[in-house]
């Protein structure tokens, strides 16, 4: 990562962080009606999206709104460095990893690789237009989705964000899995051909 990255990043994190609550209700709101708007929602299956920690969109809302048929998962770290994702529901019981973000606390055996999902909803720290996402910076999603790079969905990759994490251009490494969407409070950008 370089000085610049590392700027953006430290700059996108405050921005997000600053956003008053009644704007953050607001957007996870909109953003939650912008993913139930998808034609590639599913109507049954496993469906990921984030604990929201350090200032990211939360997305209860959506989850709140899932067909019957879905089910929503929480990222679990495994340790060969790749996510593995949990059925969660509110008040089931959690445990905190080693970032300090609460994980579902279930026996790895139940644990669901990434290409069993339909959907999983990203959190991200900054994007663009072309749908070039900028994390966190360690990598796990692009490790866990890396085989995205060979084929087309599913899952179909979505990043969360408010509008204010939008830059106006960032550069992809080559391991960077794209997405195939973005959602935030004020727009929708279909960033993959077929999305």
Same mark, same amino acid.
């Given at each position: 990562? #370089?000085?610049?990255?590392?700027? +953006?990043?430290?700059? +996108? ?8 609550? @009644?704007?953050?209700? @607001? @957007? ?5 009606g912008r ?30 709104? +899932? ?28 445990? *905190? ?11 790895? !055996? !139940? ?16 994007? /663009? !237009?072309?749908?070039?996402?900028l994390g ?11 085989f995205r ?7 179909? +990759? ?9 830059? /106006? ?6 391991? /960077? ?8 409070? #004020?727009? #929708?950008?279909? *960033?993959?051909?077929?999305?």
């Amino acid at each position: 990562m #370089t000085d610049d990255r590392a700027a +953006l990043r430290r700059e +996108l994190r405050e921005r997000r962080r600053a956003m008053p609550a @009644a704007a953050r209700i @607001a @957007a996870a709101e909109a953003v939650a009606g912008r993913l139930q708007a998808f034609a590639w929602m599913p109507e049954r299956g496993y469906v990921a999206g984030y604990w929201a920690m350090d200032g990211e969109i939360a997305l209860h809302a959506w989850q709140l709104r +899932l067909p019957k048929g879905v089910i929503y998962c929480l990222p679990v770290l495994g340790d060969d460095e790749l996510l593995r994702f949990a059925p969660w529901r509110p008040g089931d019981p959690l445990v *905190t990893n080693r970032y300090g973000i609460p994980e579902p606390d279930i026996s790895p !055996s !139940s644990l669901l690789e990434a290409d069993a999902l339909a959907l999983a909803v990203l959190p991200l720290v900054g994007f /663009d !237009s072309a749908g070039n996402r900028l994390g966190m910076g360690a990598g796990w999603y692009d490790r866990s989705f890396a085989f995205r790079r060979e084929r087309s969905a599913p899952p179909w +990759l979505v990043g969360a964000a408010f509008a204010a994490q939008r830059v /106006d251009a960032l550069s992809a490494a080559a391991w /960077d899995v794209p997405l195939d969407a973005v959602c935030s409070e #004020t727009e #929708t950008l279909l *960033t993959a051909p077929g999305a």
